[in-house]
């Protein structure tokens, strides 16, 4: 009967081993507003720091399309992910989710309008009954905020473009347009400014015509039932990052951010009635 018992405590003690090792990961992932290598790129050393700092592993789930990182916060598939603005709102209207962090710049976000260079477009109006590209259909910078600014402009995509088509990322709009496969476009500008800046925009074959207002766009998000106390913990690592540390100041570059602040739900109530009134959202 002894050995009975001490078999079922040590079973016992290894099924509960088993499930600190399973919490002991923090499972993460981003909206893939970017290509593939270009998301695990920027995110590598952040994760290295957020291992660190939390004690525990941190691993980075891919995914294929903005829907699935929603679909695998709000069911618990993943504990923490990098969400635009109006993926936020998304997610918390299928479940509760908490926004911990944002770049700074995120309080005042921006898109940008761009052409062909050789299309002889200057402005958004020229770029009437021409082909246009928004991102992912679920993207704040590539869609929903650029849609919502041209339609308080009075102009409808559907109707003022010959063709409104959708690349699916920010890199791949500025591909498409300058490869001429559209005429026009928007995209992310932390995106345009970080392609400019590495040299990767042709200045002959694609050009800027326009800015949007400034909105409030990504952040950080956990699930809702993540442990308060580690909710804490990634909270005070992102908002000790400092530029001023070379390490951390090369995690800082990577993410386009000058330092992280905290922020809440209520940032994103302008982001969710611009979707409702562009027929985004219910």
């Not at 869609?143 to 920010?170: C, D, W």
Request: zero cysteines; a positive charge.
């Amino acid at each position: 009967m002894k050995a009975i018992k001490f078999a079922m405590a040590g079973a016992l003690l290894a099924v509960s081993v088993l499930a600190s090792a399973e919490e002991a990961v923090l499972k993460v992932s981003a909206i893939p507003d970017e290509a593939p290598t270009e998301l695990q790129r920027k995110f590598a050393p952040l994760g290295a720091y957020l291992e660190k700092e939390l004690g525990m592993k941190v691993q980075f789930v891919p995914v294929t399309d903005y829907a699935a990182v929603v679909t695998a916060l709000t069911s618990d598939k993943i504990d923490m992910a990098w969400l635009g603005g109006f993926t936020f709102v998304q997610a918390s209207q299928r479940g509760k989710v908490v926004p911990l962090v944002q770049r700074e710049e995120d309080s005042k976000f921006t898109s940008k309008y761009i052409a062909n260079a050789e299309a002889g477009i200057n402005s958004l109006k020229d770029l009437k009954g021409k082909s246009f590209a928004f991102g992912s259909a679920s993207s704040t910078s590539g869609h929903l905020m650029p849609r919502y600014f041209l339609q308080k402009q009075g102009i409808k995509p559907e109707t003022f473009f010959k063709n409104v088509a959708y690349s699916g990322a920010h890199d791949a709009t500025v591909a498409w347009v300058a490869s001429g496969k559209v005429e026009g476009g928007v995209l992310n500008a932390s995106v345009w400014d970080k392609l400019v800046e590495a040299g990767k925009v042709d200045p002959a074959k694609v050009k800027l015509i326009g800015t949007t207002p400034a909105y409030y766009d990504y952040n950080w998000t956990v699930r809702g039932n993540l442990d308060a106390k580690l909710q804490q913990k990634i909270t005070k690592a992102f908002l000790k990052l400092d530029p001023k540390n070379p390490e951390q100041q090369a995690i800082l570059e990577l993410q386009r951010a000058s330092k992280f602040i905290p922020t809440k739900a209520a940032n994103y109530k302008g982001i969710e009635s611009a979707a409702k009134e562009a027929g985004l959202l219910k």
